[in-house]
């Protein structure tokens, strides 16, 4: 690891003065008497140096100096430099964002490793800065760092426990690990209110569809990460929850009133400010509400400056969502989106397609005047701020003893085990299947869906829940039957349901045409116990009415499978309730499961 002698060699030029001060904590938009000395950084930093303060860029490869070749081609072709040190020295980045498919998070030691060579890359260059490192951390669905790092249950399972404390505890100890990787921003908590069934792009990375109880959880997460330091960025401003269409692949229009943004979407992201949130993430959608130019939110400045900077009173850094999504790219060309998002209120401008282009396009807009540098200079300081509220200045490296000291430590997995055991829900038991007994139903089957893994987790859905049963003292098999099971694989599934006491079917986003839910009939029809167990959204429960008992964990990480199998196996009772309602497959109008509804077993 670089010593802090080498820290202050590279940087010292730039970055002596910057101390103690403002690193202690405190709502990251807090003007502290210390931003005399950001401004005297920002005064001595050229244009370029400036421009690239701005962005987060992707980049390939495990090492900043010496990746993969595949990894170099690729940054070749899609960024023009070989390596991440090349990347922070032909740009000045003020940010990287790691990605499991950019091969930046292969184990622990090498994440810490990867950023130790970025910040080494970056504060040897003239006027060297340390380097904000990010990922999309949420857990549940979307993670970045898998195992051995601990791996909590998502936003909707975390809702489904409805514990305050969990989240808190969540946030502290992911927020712990990260630090430890030298990863010191995280996108995450997600604070859309999902009120939409239909939801692609959010759906259980939202903690439910009640404001004030996603309010209170954003605002406990925000807490434990921060507290932590590291900084939480609550998204998607101004709400995502209530959307058909995926801005990755559209362009989504929100059609609240005014009236029903203040009381729905804009709740959490209220409670977020008041928690001190360090950064807000826009979304590339449409809210003519709050702004009728048909401009997506990340470049509407009614909506950052005058509602998110003015009436919200947020002065903390705005990151764009993802700059390479079809929802902003959808208007405006790659070249005029950074400096219209600029333009609008954002302070970090987040992967573009082409980094040569949008760089150059922020250039072309100070030296055309269409932006000024005093504007560059806002976002940079509060870019500054919060890299100096971390303790970047001063402690930009991480060590290798740390990351063994704090990461997947047994505390934090048993933890994590502990905050899984009050998630899962169970929506449906007649007859009082479950818990399954060792003694009436040794022999499980377990069949279903296996989407692919979240990071790092062991997969696939079907065999860990196989196994954990197994490990519970059933005989437990597995015959992965998929999301579309042809009418042979059903078949296959039934005739193995002959041999055994029970099934346990994994269900993925079941539809009314689904050939999922003529899997869960036809195994229904054999007369065995039926369990099925949402490995994804709640809703499916309302296309299996035959099921003999329906259990939803929000998830298919191996930590909240294991705690479903513990359910089933009745090691624990189920103890989750649900944060979104469930509406009938016959008639949506009419709510079947309402939101609060759980189940459990007899004391």
């Keep these: 690891m670089p010593s802090r002698r080498t820290f202050l060699t590279a940087g010292a030029a730039a970055t002596a003065g910057v101390t103690t001060t403002l690193a202690t904590g405190g709502p990251a938009h807090a003007a502290t008497t210390d931003d005399k000395k950001l401004r005297a950084l920002i005064s001595r930093m050229s244009l370029e140096e400036k421009v690239g303060q701005l962005f987060v860029m992707r980049v ?4 900043a100096t010496a990746p993969d070749q595949a990894d170099v081609d690729a940054n070749l072709k899609e960024i023009g430099v070989r390596t991440a040190a090349e990347l922070v020295a032909k740009y000045r980045v003020g940010g990287i964002i790691y990605f499991t498919w950019a091969h930046n998070t292969r184990d622990p030691h090498q994440i810490a490793g990867l950023c130790n060579g970025i910040q080494k890359a970056s504060l040897e260059q003239p006027r060297g800065l340390p ?53 010191r921003q995280n996108y995450s908590p997600v604070a859309d209110v999902n009120v939409n069934p239909a939801n692609p792009v959010i759906g259980v990375r939202s903690f439910g569809a009640e404001p004030d109880a996603v309010a209170g959880l954003v605002a406990a997460e925000v807490a434990g990460y921060q507290g932590a330091r590291v900084a939480a960025t609550a998204k998607h401003f101004p709400g995502h929850g209530d959307t058909a269409v995926d801005s990755h692949y559209g362009f989504p229009v929100i059609t609240h009133s005014r009236e029903l943004w203040e009381k729905l979407d804009a709740v959490p992201f209220r409670a977020a400010i008041r928690a001190g949130i360090d950064s807000i993430m826009t979304a590339h959608l449409q809210f003519p509400a709050l702004d009728a130019s048909g401009d997506p939110a990340t470049l509407s400045h009614p909506i950052l400056t005058g509602i998110l900077r003015g009436e919200l009173g947020y002065d903390g850094v705005v990151v764009t969502d ?34 040569d282009v949008a760089w150059n396009a922020v250039l072309k807009a100070v030296r055309d005047g269409e932006l000024t540098e005093a504007r560059l200079d806002e976002s940079i300081l509060r870019i500054l701020r919060l890299k100096a509220r971390l303790r970047l200045f001063e402690e930009p ?117 689904s050939a999922q839910k003529t899997l869960v009939e036809q195994l229904v029809a054999t007369g065995k116990p039926v369990v099925a167990v949402a490995v994804r959204n709640p809703y499916d429960v309302a296309q299996l009415p035959t099921a003999s008992a329906f259990l939803a964990a929000y ?30 497959a016959d008639d949506p109008a009419r709510v079947l499961y309402p939101v609060g509804f759980g189940l459990t077993y007899p004391a």
């Design 60 to 63: 390939y490869g495990h090492s």
């Design 131 to 183: 380097v904000l490192i990010s990922t999309d951390q949420e857990h549940g669905i979307v993670c970045r760092v898998g195992e051995p790092a601990t791996l909590f249950p998502g936003a909707m399972a975390i809702g489904a426990g409805g514990s305050r404390t969990d989240a808190r505890t969540l946030g502290r100890i992911a927020g712990q690990e990260l630090a430890a990787l030298g990863i």
């Design 322 to 355: 993802s700059l390479g999504m079809e929802g902003v790219r959808t208007k405006y060309g790659d070249d005029r989106v950074p400096a219209l998002a600029l333009k609008a209120g954002v302070d970090q401008l987040l992967n573009p397609p082409s980094l």
């Design 397 to 513: 490296y991480v060590s290798q003893a740390g990351v063994t000291r704090r990461v997947g430590t047994g505390a934090h997995l048993a933890a994590a085990d502990r905050v899984a055991e009050r998630t899962t829900t169970l929506l449906v038991n007649e007859g009082k299947v479950l818990p399954l007994s060792r003694r009436r139903t040794p022999r499980v089957l377990v069949v279903g869906a296996d989407p692919a893994s979240p990071s790092g987790t062991t997969g696939p859905p079907t065999g860990v829940l196989a196994g954990a049963l197994t490990e519970l003292g059933f005989t437990t098999g597995a015959l992965p039957t998929g999301t579309a099971p042809s009418a042979a694989t059903v078949a296959r599934a039934v005739a193995a349901a002959g041999d055994v006491d029970a099934v346990v079917v994994a269900t993925y986003n079941v539809t009314a045409s």
């Design 555 to 584: 998830s298919w990480t191996d930590v909240e499978l294991r705690a479903a199998a513990r359910v089933i196996a009745g090691r624990v009772r189920p103890r989750g309730k649900l944060p979104v309602p469930v509406q009938r």
